[in-house]
């Protein structure tokens, strides 16, 4: 199944960019629109071939260098995986240090530094055309060295959309510069920037699903981006392989699923047992 980002996501993208960025990425996110559609005949960007080779796990690798001239390529991967469609477990590996060290050798500090404190507020205020907002929050990275790369920080807004055929996305966007003063206190690093990221999720049968995952790195400081991009592929490889392993793992799944009719009505007969023995 060839899967794209869903034209609601986008807008998702836009939208939250025009409140929180500039106008230059809020174009770039118009821009992106037009590339992630290969049927679009009118689309001035073309995707090239990094790596396709069916037999892989990820089995398309393609860029489109310096896209909306930021001066570093933008990066999709498409995989398909065995195992139940939640967002929420492929955050793990974005968003919680122990998941993502099993992956990124130059991790180093992960925060979730100013999470949203209501996310039905998120929902109200995009008026509910969006999917169902279940993550949104401000987070910081700061990574290591590893080989020819030093250690970057990046300040992100990012975010998590379900939808209701069982779909979902993953988002995230650099703060601008003007957001500074939200990184936590302490020693300045320098700043790589992800103009673009996302990670769609589509269920393609009732334990099944194909993954399409969009980066656009800005390294940052005086290495030139193309250096970063064998990196970047090795790393994001990766992590697909431990989201393989972890999505096919019965009993790592087990507390990520949906709860049967039972198991909900014996939560509210604990619940209530609870309240009755409340002194």
């Known amino acids: 199944m060839v899967l794209f980002l869903p034209t ?21 996110l118009h821009a992106l629109l037009y590339s992630l559609y290969d049927t679009v005949d009118k ?56 998941e993502r060290s ?12 100013y999470p949203a404190a209501d996310v039905d507020a998120a929902n109200i205020f ?8 279940k993550m949104l929050g401000i987070g910081y990275t700061r990574t290591k060295r590893y080989l020819v790369i030093d250690g970057r920080e990046q300040l ?45 999720l589509m269920p393609t049968g009732p334990d099944s699903f194909d993954v399409e995952y969009i980066l656009q790195l800005e390294a940052g400081g005086n290495l030139p981006n193309f250096l ?13 392989s431990q989201a393989k392993k972890q999505f096919a793992d019965e009993e790592i799944m087990a507390p990520w699923l949906p709860k049967s009719q039972d198991e909900l009505k014996d939560d509210i007969i ?7 023995m409340t002194p």
Not at 104 to 110: G, H, K
């Open 43 to 98: 689309s001035p960007f073309k995707w090239k071939n990094v790596e396709v080779k069916k037999k892989l796990l990820v089995h398309e690798i393609v860029k489109i260098d310096d896209f909306n001239k930021l001066g570093c390529a933008i990066v999709r991967f498409r995989s398909s995986l065995q195992g139940p469609c939640i967002g929420m477990k492929m955050v793990e590996f974005i968003m919680d240090f122990n």
């Open 102 to 113: 099993k992956w990124d050798p130059q991790i180093e500090s992960l925060q979730e530094v």
């Open 156 to 200: 992100t807004l990012c975010g998590l959309q379900e939808f209701a055929n069982g779909a979902c996305v993953i988002w995230g966007t650099e703060m601008q510069e003007r957001h500074d003063n939200l990184f936590p206190s302490g020693h300045r690093h320098v700043r790589a920037k992800t103009h673009l990221f996302s990670i769609a």
């Open 126 to 133: 995009m008026n509910f055309q969006y999917g169902d907002c």
């Open 270 to 276: 604990h619940e209530r047992y609870g309240l009755l």
């Open 228 to 240: 970063t991009l064998p990196v970047l592929v090795d790393s994001v490889k990766a992590m697909f």
């Open 8 to 28: 609601g996501s986008i807008r998702l993208f836009v939208y939250l960019l025009e409140f929180m960025s500039s106008t230059d990425l809020t174009h770039s």
